[in-house]
């Protein structure tokens, strides 16, 4: 096993490439998902306004964009937005607790955890962990009387009202992102709670964290089936360091078990997008050999469904190409399946905010200040 250092040293060497040349273009990328701009917004909050233009060319984020309620921009951007931040402020919890959370922090938490041989020892460590490094949150777990199911409480003593949201964010994309890794797997939360009012980016939770997302509770938690607590680390010193090679992103995105019916959903529809077909839920359960009820299921117990995924991939895929191709939004709209191009835009205006063609124009006015980037 490597120790410490050559971890945190193979860290700070990702940050620093990562800022040196920018983030990966989501066209190099296997998948291309995306985040909401609040998150964006709120790293940045607490920076003074040529500090967050500086950061914002540095990850290749258009600031014109960031202007768009609803907008979104790739994980690789806001990944590569997490590293400069980390590395302008030496902390890798953006600024929010008292204490600085100095670079290399969450490798060292991950080679802690490694030895674990089950999750329930290696999420009470990284808590403990988390606790040593930040004075203002910490996290608990709480079987419930049943003990069938087991919350991970956050106790957030942030005054401000966003930031302490954000930082309830934060520390729950963590905390459930080492978990899914650890054990290889997604982890289904059974629901989020959050002790603040409903905020406009509610619905990113779905995607995040879990459909069943409740708002104004006595604190935020993440709740999950206890039995998983005895689920194996199946990680090791060389997944681990592949796991800090891809980090931020890795962390935001979950782990994806490419075995799973939701990856063999994604990659099937992606296939079926890029030819510009969309087929129907039936025809697509008939494909995988399944009854459409049981594909269902198998869906749901992933926290996952048909719908959720095709929209999800059908967004990602438009936000790349309007950033990444010459195609017009006609051309788009048909790979990405539909015949009638008005319900793209309508579909497009929904999930960001503004027409495609909006869109493209404000995200490559990023491209315009940074020409080395795509």
Not at 248 to 253: A, E, M, N
Request: glycine residues 6%; contains cysteine; hydrophobic residues 45%.
């Amino acid at each position: 096993m490597p120790s410490s250092a050559n971890d945190v040293a193979a860290f700070a060497t990702h940050l620093d490439n990562a800022v040196a040349e920018g983030d990966q273009p989501m066209s190099m990328a296997s998948e291309k998902d995306s985040v909401s701009s609040h998150f964006v917004h709120a790293a940045l909050a607490r920076m003074a306004p040529s500090v967050q233009q500086r950061m914002l060319g540095a990850a290749g984020i258009s600031p014109e964009l960031l202007s768009v309620p609803h907008a979104r921009v790739s994980a690789h951007r806001y990944s590569a937005l997490w590293l400069v931040i980390a590395r302008e402020l030496d902390d890798e919890f953006f600024g929010l607790d008292r204490r600085s959370m100095k670079v290399g922090s969450f490798a060292l938490l991950c080679q802690a955890v490694l030895p674990c041989d089950k999750l329930d020892h290696a999420l009470r460590r990284f808590l403990r962990g988390l606790a040593v490094l930040l004075d203002d949150i910490h996290g608990e777990l709480r079987l419930s009387p049943d003990r069938r199911s087991v919350d991970i409480v956050v106790v957030n003593r942030i005054s401000d009202d966003a930031a302490r949201l954000f930082a309830d964010e934060t520390f729950l994309i963590l905390i459930h992102g080492v978990m899914c890794w650890l054990i290889g797997r997604r982890l289904v939360l059974q629901r989020v709670a959050f002790a603040h009012p409903r905020p406009p980016h509610a619905r990113e939770y779905a995607l995040m964290f879990s459909e069943h997302a409740s708002f104004g509770a006595a604190f935020t938690a993440m709740r999950f089936d206890a039995a998983t607590l005895d689920a194996p680390l199946v990680q090791n010193a060389a997944s681990l360091r592949q796991f800090l090679a891809s980090a931020p992103r890795s962390v935001i995105l979950k782990y994806r078990n490419e075995d799973s019916w939701t990856a063999r959903l994604r990659r099937y529809l992606r296939l079926q997008l890029d030819a510009g077909r969309s087929p129907i839920f039936e025809a697509v359960a008939a494909e995988f050999g399944q009854a459409a009820t049981t594909l269902r299921r198998r869906l749901a117990d992933e926290g996952t469904s048909y719908q959720g995924v095709k929209d999800g991939l059908r967004n990602d895929l438009a936000i790349d190409r309007l950033g990444n191709s010459a195609l017009s939004v006609d051309d788009i709209a048909a790979h990405l399946g539909y015949r009638d191009v008005s319900a793209f835009h309508r579909a497009f205006k929904r999930w960001n905010g503004l027409q495609p063609g909006e869109y493209r124009r404000r995200s490559l006015s990023a491209g315009a200040a940074r020409p080395t980037d795509e």
